[in-house]
């Protein structure tokens, strides 16, 4: 497990337009983003922040072909080999009749998929204990978390924010070693950094 | 540097007044943190009142049989199945509103989602109800689920179109309620981080799964609710697509017909958006959020319901057209006399029927209307009401004289039991939406901020001044170039 004890430089922005070219200047300069905290999804700033593009859609389109064939070869099995039903002579094998619950299952199953999907990726769940850099993350602010490293200079760190427009800064250790695996590009970045 | 995105000034602000976003955020979530008004107590103790009167009623069904309901020999389908059709079709609404909207990219659709798949949710819990409880045996009710059993194992019948039902509905309110839940996630977190006590804090904690708000997280919500949009779309389509095949599927006349999915589908959303107008433009008053849910939301959504209404109208006709076209006496029989002759003993519902749902909508043509809060409330009464009597028609019509003359039913009104029952959903509906109400954002607060800067009243203004100037410069410019 990657993570462990951290000591991050926290900035809050209250305007979006002053956190993208900031988000820009902190990369530019070689200070690692852990992470931009957002009260609203910000088209672009995944793109910004160097991350991937995510790739759940794929899951959620495996999750739909598997409900597909789950009851496509359930029904089958059940209503030509298990219990062959005469109803007036229709064929066994009544494909047109079981679209609908063929749809349903397809449907239900990437639904589901999906968003256990998500919930795991993101590490959401109740009783889930995580470190909030801002209580106004949720409300209006855009809180971004610089990691430090034993060369980091905290004190330049903090002016470089300030100098971008952030107006609240404020240095916060924290405990970030509840991921399950490694998750994006950054995580790799910061391991390379780190000599790994 | 500026952010701000062009929209055109020609589109109204779906945010009035001078907002910025933590206005957005105490707006909306300072009703919930405050003690619930008299009113709140007094809707909310009729709704559990009606619950407990529908609870009761279905104790004695349930006790001493479906005899306590006033179905026949032919009228084996009355009130419960047309409520049953009624509150499935009203729940359409809000996945339309979530997902259609979504996939349409319209902005309004942001001031009205979260109520609306609430709304969803309730209606098709309410739905549930009826199916299970007219199977009679209730505790037999798993018998619809294909499970290995002793029996066999004995497996339902995939090809009836009531199965179909029991897969559509239950998928249909899985969905939703991962839809809402999921949108809901944010909000929630923005609840947690602004709870003054502890309780609070631990309750919206563990409601929110410990929503950080982080940019990745964003980018797989964003990726997550547009599937779940897209899956969503067909899925509301299939399930009145599936409810109409319980009917066209069978030969009785007046529902052997391939119209009704259509029809069907277009008649749900129809009501559907008649029942968010009569929950929200009561929400909005009594909660304050007009500057939210403004005029402009409810003629967008007036405007749906004189499309679909139309709809419907034309579907009526149509279907009476093809009964006479058709030549099949027993078809042409349900329609003529059953329905369309006015002295017959359900003459009455299908004149009701066409008043509400096709005559009345159109008055929806003149703007001014469109934008009466009034007549707005009204009218999605009456289309409710326009609603329930197409089900009724549909189901009560169509059986009450059946191939045998000899069984053919005297006049069918159904027990008090029967009326409890239907009572019972609207207690549970609107219990389940007071509490929505009381302790969920109403709206949904990260979605209104997105469109903030773009559609807000207060940066339009801006833009007006960004755009003038931006024209003086172009237009100097012009001019300095053809000297």
Redesign the interface.
């Known amino acids: 497990m990657a993570g462990g004890i951290k000591k991050f430089v926290v900035g809050s922005f209250d305007d979006e337009a002053v956190l993208f070219p900031a988000v820009k200047n902190v990369r530019k300069a070689g200070y690692k983003i852990h992470d931009v905290y957002t009260p609203f999804p910000i088209h672009g700033l995944d793109h910004a922040m160097g991350l991937r593009e995510t790739s759940l859609h794929t899951a959620g389109f495996i999750y739909a072909i598997t409900g597909t064939t789950t009851a496509l070869s359930f029904m089958s099995w059940v209503f030509t080999k298990d219990w062959p039903l005469n109803v007036g002579g229709k064929p066994h094998f009544a494909l047109p009749a079981w679209i609908p619950i063929t749809f349903e299952l397809t449907v239900l199953f990437s639904a589901v998929g999906m968003v256990l999907t998500f919930c795991y990726l993101c590490q959401l769940s109740p009783f889930v204990k995580k470190h909030h850099f801002h209580a106004r993350a949720t409300d209006d602010l855009f809180v971004m978390a610089i990691e430090c490293t034993d060369k980091t200079n905290d004190a330049e760190v903090q002016n470089f924010l300030q100098k971008a427009g952030a107006k609240e800064i404020n240095i916060q250790v924290a405990e970030t070693g509840w991921w399950i695996g490694r998750y994006d590009r950054e995580q790799k970045l910061y391991r390379e950094e780190k000599g790994y | 540097?500026?952010?701000l995105k062009y929209e055109s000034q020609l589109r109204e602000p779906l945010v009035d007044g001078d907002k910025?976003?933590?206005q957005v955020?105490e707006d909306i979530i300072s009703p919930i943190e405050m003690k619930p008004s008299k009113l709140w107590y007094i809707g909310f103790f009729i709704s559990v009142g009606l619950l407990l009167f529908g609870a009761y009623s279905v104790y004695r069904e349930v006790t001493y049989g479906i005899g306590q309901w006033n179905l026949n020999k032919t009228i084996g389908w009355g009130w419960d199945i047309t409520n049953f059709v009624w509150w499935v079709g009203i729940g359409h609404a809000g996945t339309l509103i979530s997902a259609i909207l979504l996939l349409f990219r319209q902005g309004w659709r942001t001031g009205v989602n979260r109520a609306a798949e609430a709304m969803t949710i309730f209606a098709v819990m309410c739905a549930g109800q009826f199916p299970i409880w007219h199977m009679g045996r209730v505790w037999m009710a798993f018998f619809v689920l294909?499970y290995p059993n002793s029996r066999?194992?004995?497996?339902v019948?995939?090809?009836s179109?009531l199965?179909?039902d029991v897969?559509?509905i239950s998928?249909y309110f899985?969905?939703s309620l991962?839809?809402w839940y999921?949108g809901l996630?944010?909000d929630l977190?923005?609840v947690?981080?602004?709870a003054k006590t502890k309780l609070r804090k631990l309750l919206y904690g563990?409601?929110s799964?410990?929503?950080?708000?982080?940019?990745?997280?964003?980018?797989?919500?964003?990726?997550?609710s547009?599937?779940?949009a897209g899956?969503?779309t067909?899925?509301v389509l299939?399930v009145h697509t599936?409810v109409s095949?319980d009917f066209a599927t069978s030969i009785v006349p007046g529902w052997h017909t391939t119209i009704f999915p259509p029809y069907f589908v277009a008649g749900a959303i129809f009501s559907g958006f008649a029942m968010v107008q009569t929950l929200l433009i009561v929400v909005r008053k009594v909660m304050g959020l007009q500057d939210y849910i403004t005029l402009g939301h409810i003629e967008a959504m007036n405007k749906v319901i004189v499309l679909t209404g139309s709809i419907v109208g034309c579907a009526y006709l149509t279907e009476l057209f093809i009964a006479w076209y058709g030549q099949n006496p027993y078809e042409w029989y349900a329609f003529s006399q059953n329905r369309a002759n006015l002295f017959s003993p359900y003459g009455w519902s299908y004149w009701l029927m066409m008043f509400c749902n096709v005559v009345s909508p159109q008055l929806f043509w003149s703007r001014k209307l469109r934008r009466n809060i009034t007549v707005t409330f009204f009218m999605s009464i009456v289309v409710n009401i326009g609603m329930w009597y197409e089900r009724f028609v549909i189901i009560v019509t169509s059986i009450y004289r059946d191939f045998l003359p000899s069984s053919w039913s005297t006049y069918y009104s159904p027990s008090i039991w029967e009326i409890g029952f239907y009572l019972g959903t609207f207690g549970l509906f609107f219990t389940c939406f007071f509490l929505f109400a009381k302790y969920f954002p109403v709206i949904a607060?990260?979605?209104i901020?997105?469109i903030l800067k773009t559609t807000g009243e207060n940066y339009k203004a801006k833009m007006t001044d960004i755009e003038k100037a931006d024209s003086d410069k172009f237009y100097i410019e012009e001019v300095e170039h053809a000297h």
């Not at chain 2, 066999?152 to 497996?155: A, I, Q, V």
């Not at chain 2, 799964?209 to 997550?224: D, I, V, Y």
């Open positions: 540097m500026s952010l910025n976003y933590h955020t294909p066999g194992p004995l497996w019948n995939f090809n179109p199965l179909w897969f559509a998928t899985t969905v991962l839809f999921s996630l944010p977190a923005t947690r981080d602004r563990v409601a799964f410990g929503w950080t708000g982080s940019t990745k997280h964003w980018q797989r919500h964003e990726s997550l547009l599937v779940l899956l969503s067909p899925l299939s599936i095949f607060v990260a979605e901020k997105s």
